[in-house]
């Protein structure tokens, strides 16, 4: 069974950082690209950025670029997001999802809330 | 980027009938790259249909993908209860992948 599981998120003063990771089970992580996607409260669905399996294509949305890295680490099927100078509009369920195009499988995901 | 529109914004139907979703988008997507999800309140999205038709695994087939160019659509034959949620289209023809706002389908 595949699973995705994120965690570190929580509430952070604006301009702060946080790390959000996600451990994946049930199917070869090494060779599955890997994305972030969040979603506002009430509103829809925005790709964050996505990883390839060997970790060296990366890509980032416009909102984000320059405020956040994404890594993996492979060996503990694990998948990263480090994100810096948050603000409100930030504020958001994350997701991981595995996936090179379409998003196949989805993690439960994990609130961020950027409020003072 | 290429930007989706969804419609209708809400579908508002009864169970076993048909509900047919529209996704357009603001430029043509030459590889048939759309993707549908639903997302069930409190849940994350769930994939139902990638390269416009076909059928993710364990999706029965009372859904249906189609579609060219810069329109598709998703059918589905009979709503059962569990088909009640919102529904997202997504291209990844270019890059950034985008979504579409969603269609909410609610029980009439």
């Known amino acids: 069974e595949v699973k995705l599981e994120e965690s570190g998120g929580g509430l952070v003063k604006p301009g702060g950082s946080l790390r959000l990771s996600c451990v994946a089970s049930?199917?070869?992580?090494?060779?599955?690209?890997m994305n972030w996607v969040r979603q506002a409260p009430g509103k829809g669905l925005e790709w964050v950025s996505s990883?390839?399996?060997?970790?060296?294509?990366?890509s980032y949305a416009d909102s984000m670029k320059g405020r956040c890295t994404i890594s993996r680490d492979n060996a503990n099927n694990s998948l990263f997001l480090q994100m810096t100078g948050l603000t409100a509009d930030d504020s958001a369920v994350y997701y991981c999802?595995?996936?090179?195009?379409?998003?196949?499988?989805w993690g439960p995901g994990i609130l961020v809330t950027v409020s003072s | 980027e290429i930007v989706l529109t969804q419609s209708p914004g809400t579908l508002s139907l009864s169970p076993g009938e048909r509900a047919t979703l529209s996704c357009r988008a603001s430029?043509?997507?030459?590889?048939?790259?759309i993707a549908w999800y639903h997302q069930r309140p409190g849940q994350a999205p769930r994939l139902l249909i990638y390269?416009?038709?076909t059928r993710a695994t364990g999706i029965p087939d009372r859904f249906r993908g189609s579609g060219s160019g810069a329109d598709f659509t998703l059918t589905i034959s009979r709503l059962e209860p569990e088909d009640f949620a919102v529904y997202y289209c997504?291209?990844?023809?270019?890059?950034?992948?985008?979504f579409g706002p969603g269609t909410k389908v609610e029980i009439k």
């Open positions: 999802a595995r996936g090179g195009g379409s998003f196949s499988y």
């Open positions: 049930g199917f070869t992580f090494s060779s599955s690209a």
């Open positions: 990883i390839n399996s060997g970790g060296h294509a990366i």
């Open positions: 430029q043509t997507v030459s590889t048939s790259y």
């Open positions: 390269e416009t038709s």
């Open positions: 997504q291209q990844y023809d270019s890059s950034p992948t985008t």
